[in-house]
C-alpha cells in the first residue's frame, strides 16, 4: 500500500515539475501586435478614443474590436502609421473624438489654486504634485497634456500651455531623420 502511494506521489511530482518548467520555458508575454500599436500611440491616457487608456485601445486595435482612427492626439499621422502596421488601408481622423491639438501642458494659476486635489486625482499620469489645502503643481515633463484635470477643477485654475519646440524639448520624427 505505501509502495502505491509513494508511486503516485513521485509520479505526480515528476509531472507537477514537468508541467512547471514548460509553464516558464515557453511563456508567451503578451501579444507583440499590441506592444507594436501601443508603442505608435501618443501615451497621453486621454481616454478620447473610448478606452481608458492607450494600451486598452491597442489592445481593442489588435482583436479588430476597434478602428485605428479613434486617438485625436496621435493625428492623422498615427492614424497612418498604424494603418501601415497592419498592412491596411488609412482613414481619416475621425471628428467625432475630438480633434488634433499641438503638444500642449497644464499650468496651475498659484494665486486661485485652493489644493482641492481633484487635477491629482484625475490625472492619468501622476503629473500633479500637492496635497490637500495646499497648492498643486504639474511636473511638465510627465504631463501629456489630455486635459482631463480641466473639467474637474472647481476654481479653473488649470491652463493648457502650448509647448513650444526648443533644442531641449525638440524630438525629431525618426522617419525624417532616416531619410536625411
Known amino acids: 500500500m505505501f509502495d502505491s502511494i509513494f508511486l503516485f506521489s513521485s509520479l505526480a511530482l515528476l509531472l507537477g515539475l514537468i508541467l512547471g518548467y514548460a509553464a516558464i520555458k515557453f511563456k508567451i508575454e503578451g ?4 506592444d507594436q500599436i501601443d508603442a505608435i500611440l501618443p501615451q497621453t491616457q486621454c481616454g478620447q478614443c473610448d478606452y481608458p487608456g492607450c494600451r486598452p485601445y491597442a489592445e481593442a486595435i489588435a ?4 478602428k ?3 486617438c485625436p492626439p496621435g493625428g492623422q499621422e498615427g492614424v497612418d502609421a498604424l494603418a501601415e502596421l497592419l498592412d491596411i488601408e488609412t482613414m481619416n481622423l475621425n471628428d467625432e473624438h475630438g480633434e488634433t491639438k499641438p503638444k500642449r501642458v497644464a499650468v496651475v494659476d498659484e494665486k486661485i489654486c485652493i489644493g482641492c486635489t481633484l487635477c491629482i486625482q ?3 499620469v501622476d503629473a500633479f504634485v500637492g496635497s490637500s489645502k495646499v497648492m498643486t503643481t504639474v511636473i ?3 504631463c501629456t497634456g489630455c486635459d482631463l484635470c480641466i473639467p474637474v477643477c472647481p476654481v479653473d485654475c488649470i491652463d493648457m500651455v502650448e509647448v513650444i519646440p526648443t533644442m531641449r524639448n525638440f524630438v525629431p520624427d525618426i522617419t525624417e531623420v532616416a531619410n536625411v
Open 31 to 34: 501579444n507583440p501586435l499590441v
Open 140 to 142: 511638465a515633463d510627465e
Open 68 to 70: 485605428i482612427n479613434q
Open 122 to 124: 484625475a490625472c492619468p
Open 63 to 66: 482583436k479588430g474590436e476597434a
